[in-house]
């Protein structure tokens, strides 16, 4: 069974820097296609991408949060980190991982998401 | 504001068909396939359709998609209350070589 669960603080500070884990199971980061996702949503909002990382460990970054913004991955703890540099209020929101497989061009497994408040 | 464009709601009793369409350019829909997902209210969205018109094990037959040149289009046959939710369209965009997700559409169930 394919799972990704989301973890990280439930607060943080203006300016300060985001971290935050995707922990899966049921698959590796470093078969042959695999990709993870990580995507956020504002409240009332609709899904934002935010970045990729492949099983190569290729990157792919949001092109309007790219500056802010890294991945990496911890493949023998089946671990995907994203931190986010300089946060503002309007990076409150819920934040999800997912899971997307090559050649197919799906997100088919997502986390229940981690709610993260951007506040003073 | 989202690069893919739907309609901001739909409605419709039980038991009929309700569409929605999704709207986007060369770079993204007019290229690639179109995924679909379904979120209700403090849940994650669900994964309902792929590549244009496939489902997932466990998606209803009643949901359907349709991909033309740049638009989408998702339909619900036989509509029911549990369907009342907000509904995604999603795909790759070349240009921006990332994921774009439509603004939504708000179903609701009469």
């Known amino acids: 069974q394919v799972t990704l669960k989301e973890s990280g603080p439930a607060l943080v500070k203006p300016t300060q820097t985001l971290t935050l884990t995707c922990a899966f199971s049921?698959?590796?980061?470093?078969?042959?296609?695999?990709?993870v996702n990580w995507i956020r949503q504002s409240p009332g909002k609709a899904p934002q991408w935010l970045a990729r990382?492949?099983?190569?460990?290729?990157?792919f970054y949001s092109t309007f949060l790219k500056t802010r913004l890294s991945i990496s991955r911890d493949t023998s703890r089946n671990l995907v980190v994203l931190r986010m540099t300089n946060v503002d209020p309007a990076d409150t929101g819920t934040y999800y991982c997912?899971?997307?497989?090559?050649?197919?061009?799906?997100?088919?497994?997502w986390g229940t998401g981690t709610t993260v408040t951007v506040s003073s | 504001q989202s690069v893919l464009t739907q309609s901001p709601s739909a409605s419709g009793t039980p038991g009929q068909r309700v569409t929605m369409s999704c709207s986007g350019s060369?770079?993204?829909?007019?290229?690639?396939?179109v995924n679909w997902y379904q979120q209700v209210p403090g849940m994650a969205p669900k994964f309902l359709l792929y590549?244009?018109?496939q489902r997932p094990s466990g998606v209803p037959d009643r949901f359907s998609g349709s991909q033309s040149g740049t638009s989408a289009s998702l339909a619900i046959s036989g509509l029911q209350s549990e369907d009342e939710a907000e509904y995604y369209c999603?795909?790759?965009?070349?240009?921006?070589?990332?994921?774009?997700f439509g603004g939504g559409t708000k179903l609701t169930v009469l």
């Open positions: 590549n244009k018109n």
């Open positions: 997912a899971r997307e497989r090559h050649p197919q061009q799906y997100m088919d497994v």
């Open positions: 060369s770079s993204n829909i007019g290229t690639n396939p």
């Open positions: 049921g698959f590796s980061l470093s078969s042959f296609g695999i990709r």
């Open positions: 990382i492949d099983w190569d460990d290729e990157k």
């Open positions: 999603a795909t790759w965009d070349d240009s921006l070589n990332g994921w774009v």
